[in-house]
């Protein structure tokens, strides 16, 4: 997706990352390690974009990650990732969803980012176009006078849900989909957030969180 191609231009997201059930897939459905060595068969174990500041949270998390790599390289055959399947169970969540998921409403805006950012690690760069308007109108109807977004239509608003929705408007991109922030206000509302240690509050007079 848009983002993701921006962070990881000279890498093809869409076919030789994972094995499949896909017709792009290899006629034997698995990689061995003479295949790993053309192929990256999985995402890279560290983040493209990194800063130069070490604390024991990252350096544990780069220990973790060496540790997955190992394992992952130690694999005489990597498990098949069945595309459409999951493309069904993840273009499902961003539909209309059904009365079941009503507890799970505060968590609308997170539905939207992890699916689009599944849909893009799966590589169907087709979800951008198929939902850059309809996100657009859903993140239209989450957005406050204040600047923020809620979880949705007339609630408070939040850092957290506004980190997601700005999440899934950089996956998919477009001016009609930036165009529904208002930056001006957004930048006032971050203000009052903003805590004289350096933290932020999630929301006015709620909890301040390193998030």
């Keep these: 997706m848009a983002k993701l191609k921006e962070l990881q231009p000279d890498e093809d997201v869409g076919d030789a990352t994972f094995t499949s059930d896909d017709a792009s897939s290899t006629t034997s459905g698995t990689c061995g390690p003479s295949q ?14 990194r800063d130069e ?19 992952m390289a130690s694999l005489s055959e990597l498990p098949s990732i069945h595309r459409k399947a999951h493309k069904e169970f993840i273009k499902f969540h961003l539909g209309r969803l059904p009365p079941g998921y009503l507890p799970a409403d505060s968590s609308r805006p997170w539905f939207l980012y992890w699916s689009l950012a599944s849909l893009a690690l799966l590589g169907d760069d087709g979800a951008d176009e198929e939902y850059r308007a309809r996100l657009a109108l859903t993140a239209r109807a989450m957005r406050n006078a204040s600047g923020g977004f809620g979880a949705g239509f007339d609630q408070l608003s939040h850092l957290a849900t506004t ?26 509302w971050l203000g009052q957030l903003k805590c004289p240690d350096g933290g932020f509050r999630l929301s006015l007079g709620g909890e301040e969180d390193i998030r």
């Excluded at 995402?43 to 974009?49: A, E, R, T």
């Excluded at 500041?53 to 394992?71: G, H, I």
């Design 163 to 188: 980190y997601a929705v700005i999440l899934a408007m950089a996956l998919v991109g477009g001016e009609d989909v930036y165009e529904v922030v208002d930056r001006r206000a957004m930048w006032k």
């Design 53 to 71: 500041l070490k604390t024991e949270t990252s350096e544990r998390q780069d220990e973790v990650a060496q540790e997955c790599a190992a394992l």
């Design 36 to 49: 790993r060595q053309d192929h990256i068969m999985f995402p890279p174990m560290n983040p493209p974009i």
